[in-house]
């Protein structure tokens, strides 16, 4: 049967990282220490064997479990009876499988009964079961919850909560409210602490709440009494099981990732756990949840992407029009070549980006533990900056290029593509909710844009530059390079107009330069890098610059032809309609 990990080599590649071993150095605290677990990896060559081992069970589920069961979930969906969810039988067997195999929890310290995974091989299987089912992966996926909980939570929270993850129980985000959606700000559900119970009580609702029912939920509200804004609020942790304070009013009728049950959620002084520190909750502890959960969905939109190229290419194997495979039609062949480049495009952007991530926050727990040296300090800070950085950009690149590259299988597909009889048609209603949630795209330049602005990543792009190494790319690097100096020009020209609604306006346009620019370098390094005979990334890096080429120009030209006296006439927010 389909092993969605081995049949899949750029996995492996991704795996083999040179920056890897120090990844796995810092999270194996260099192998050594007092309490080490007798079933710790020996050294850096038994820990990739480890997650190859994992990783392969993984793909197995994935390919015989998860992808079987996909169709008849997403036809038939969850149920809610007596405000609770019920799973799809189809989601439970999915869950089931994934819990006894012991693949909850990954990233957790083995103390807690977790693999103490970093980032990189727990992305890669957030990665394997989106591709299996973009539905279920939110289910298995809110396993970022006990991250944050590890992070932040007290010791006894910790030692509470933590194991259950690797016992299979669920979890769940409750952020969003009906007037508190991008503007987490405005979050209005109420905590009050009942002197009397000696416990904190949650009033309110709840909206989009994803696995809502779940056995653990992290909740943010309002804890401080008159307050309007992101200082008022803390996060706390709801244990469903122990009470029954909150009903499931609804669940969604959605487009897409049908089997994962979006919640209505009525809150009735529902007791709840506070996490950390009082006034925290937006400013530093769902701010740290929702990056986790942006490189989820970038990791959920590879998946789809992955998903979609391989259907549209064995269709196109498939099918003849005018006496020949569809695939030998150029207009479709630039399709499926197109899809491709873009699902090798953000994966090597998700995996740069989670390397990042993996390196901080391993750093931020050893801090926790002894003081850092100064180099470590150091090294702390730059890939602190470089995980904000590039974050927004994986979300937003891999949403955006997920629907892209769905939308185009569909089209290989023809009139069958729109039918429920192929699994495209699903593929494409899943992948429209990733630009969506853990922030709209819209959002994600808001996050990314005073890195470009500030010229932090240009430098990236002048480091990325300087790892370009052989001939091969030459005429390509050359080209990169003046795009860069054609981003550096367009940030010049906008930031001198002073005017803040001008740079909101343009914002997208130059976040979205820059990350053409990077994802183009990262591709060059990673057919550099590919030692196969094939050489995998080749035809993908090429024909993504060109295509960067492309994107970038047109932006510069709008930037251009858009100056402030333009901006101001016929966009600015201020002019009244017509
Ligand atoms: C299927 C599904 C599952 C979800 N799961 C969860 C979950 O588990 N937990 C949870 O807490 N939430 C969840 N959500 C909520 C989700 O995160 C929000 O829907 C999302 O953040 C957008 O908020 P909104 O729907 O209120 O849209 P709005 O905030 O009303 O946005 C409307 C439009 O305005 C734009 N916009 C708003 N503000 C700005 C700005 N400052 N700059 C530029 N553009 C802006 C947006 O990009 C969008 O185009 C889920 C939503 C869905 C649909």
Redesign the pocket.
């Known amino acids: 049967m389909a092993n969605f990990f081995e049949d899949n080599p750029s996995l492996l590649f991704q795996l083999d990282h040179p920056l890897m071993q120090r990844i796995v150095e810092l999270k194996e605290n260099h192998f050594s220490g007092e309490n080490r677990e007798a079933y710790a990896p020996q050294d850096y060559a038994d820990a990739l064997e480890n997650y190859r081992q994992v990783l392969g069970i993984v793909g197995e589920i994935c390919g015989d479990v998860l992808a079987a069961n996909a169709e008849r979930v997403d036809a038939e969906g969850p149920t809610v009876v007596d405000g609770r969810v019920h799973y799809h039988p189809g989601t439970q067997q999915n869950h089931d499988a994934l819990a006894q195999a012991g693949l909850y929890g990954m990233s957790l310290p083995r103390e807690f009964g977790g693999l103490n995974f970093p980032m990189v091989p727990y992305v890669m299987a957030a990665e394997l079961v989106s591709r299996a089912d973009g539905g279920f992966a939110?289910i298995w996926g809110?396993q970022d919850c006990a991250e944050t909980i590890n992070e932040f939570a007290s010791d006894e929270q910790r030692r509470q909560y933590l194991p259950l993850a690797n016992q299979g129980k669920t979890f769940?985000?409750?952020?969003?409210e009906p007037d508190?959606?991008?503007?987490l700000q405005a979050v209005m559900l109420k905590a009050h602490y009942d002197e009397k119970r000696g416990t904190w009580l949650l009033n309110g609702v709840?909206?989009?709440?994803?696995?809502?029912d779940a056995d653990v939920s992290l909740v943010?509200a309002r804890s401080e009494e008159g307050t309007t804004d992101a200082r008022g609020i803390s996060l706390f942790l709801y244990d469903n099981k122990k009470t029954d304070c909150v009903r499931v009013r609804r669940i969604?009728h959605?487009m897409g990732?049908i089997g994962?049950p979006?919640c209505e959620l009525v809150f009735k002084d529902a007791p709840a756990e506070l996490v950390g520190e009082r006034k925290l909750g937006l400013i530093k502890y769902v701010m740290s949840l929702m990056n986790g959960a942006r490189l989820g969905v970038a990791a959920q939109s590879v998946g789809i992407a992955e998903a979609a190229t391989r259907e549209a290419e064995k269709y196109a194997n498939e099918r003849e029009q005018f006496g020949k495979l569809i695939k030998n039609i150029p207009a479709v062949r630039e399709m499926l070549v197109m899809m491709r480049a873009k699902t090798d495009a953000i994966r090597a952007l998700l995996y740069e980006t989670t390397r990042y991530v993996d390196i901080y926050k391993s750093l931020l727990h050893i801090q926790r533990e002894r003081t850092l040296t100064k180099e470590e300090r150091n090294e702390l800070k730059e890939y602190t900056r470089l995980a904000e950085m590039f974050t927004p950009l994986a979300k937003l690149f891999g949403s955006e290029f997920c629907n892209q590259v769905t939308y185009d299988a569909v089209q290989v597909h023809g009139g069958t593509g729109y039918m429920r009889d192929f699994p495209v048609e699903r593929l494409y209603r899943d992948a429209r909710?990733t630009n969506?949630?853990?922030?709209?795209?819209?959002?994600q330049?808001?996050a990314a844009i005073r890195s470009v602005m500030t010229g932090q990543l240009t430098q990236r792009l002048t480091f990325f530059a300087q790892q370009v190494k052989g001939e091969a790319f030459a005429a390509e690097a050359k080209l990169l390079a003046a795009l860069t100096e054609e981003l550096t020009q367009s940030i010049e020209q906008v930031q001198k107009a002073e005017n803040p609604n001008y740079i909101?306006f343009h914002a997208r346009r130059l976040v979205e330069i820059g990350g053409f620019i990077a994802i183009a370098y990262l591709l060059i390094l990673d057919s550099e890098r590919c030692t196969c005979e094939k050489n995998c990334f080749e035809q993908s890096a090429r024909r993504f610059v060109r295509y960067a080429e492309v994107q970038v120009r047109e932006r510069v030209m709008l930037i251009n032809s858009i100056t402030l006296e333009a901006y101001l006439a016929d966009y600015d927010v201020e002019t009244p309609e017509a």
Do not use: P, W
């Not at 508190?180 to 503007?183: F, L, P, V």
């Not at 709840?206 to 809502?212: E, L, M, V, Y």
């Not at 969506?436 to 795209?441: D, P, Q, V």
């Open positions: 939110n809110l769940a985000m409750g952020l969003t508190a959606g991008s503007d709840k909206r989009f709440i994803t696995n809502g943010m969604e959605k990732i994962s979006t909710i969506i949630y853990e922030g709209t795209s819209q959002l330049v808001v909101d």
